[in-house]
C-alpha cells in the first residue's frame, strides 16, 4: 500500500514540475513576442553593481522602447539629461533619442556596497 502511495505521490511531483517547466517556457515566449512587436529595444540589463554592457550606442532621432531587467538584485535606472528613470514599477517607456551626445546611466536606488560605482553611459550618435 505505501509503495503506491510513494509511487502516486511521485508521479503528481512530476506532473506539477513539468507545468511550472512550460508555464516559464511560455511566458518567456509571450516576452519574446511582445519585445518583436514593440520595435526596435533598448535594454538595460542589471546585476548586481554593474549594467550588461559599458556602454550602449543609439542613433539621434530613434524612437525606441528603453527597459530595465534586473536580472540580479533590486535596481532602478535613470539616464542623467535625458529624464528617463525606470524602476520595478515602470520597467519599460518609449522615449525618441533627439540629442547627440554621451549621457550617464546610473542604479537610481541603493543597492548595496557597490551602488556607486553602479554607472554605464549611453551614447546618442
Partial sequence: ?????????????????????????AARQAEMAHEAAAGPTLKFVATNYQFDKPEYTVKAGEKMTVSLQNKEGLHAL??????????NNTKSVEFTFDKPGTYEVHCALPCGPGHA???TKLIVQ
Avoid: R
Fill in 117 to 119: 560605482e553602479m554607472k
Fill in 1 to 25: 500500500m505505501q509503495k503506491w502511495i510513494m509511487f502516486s505521490l511521485f508521479i503528481i511531483a512530476c506532473l506539477l514540475g513539468t507545468g511550472v517547466l512550460f508555464q516559464n517556457i
Fill in 78 to 87: 535613470e539616464i542623467v539629461g535625458l529624464g528617463v528613470k525606470l524602476d
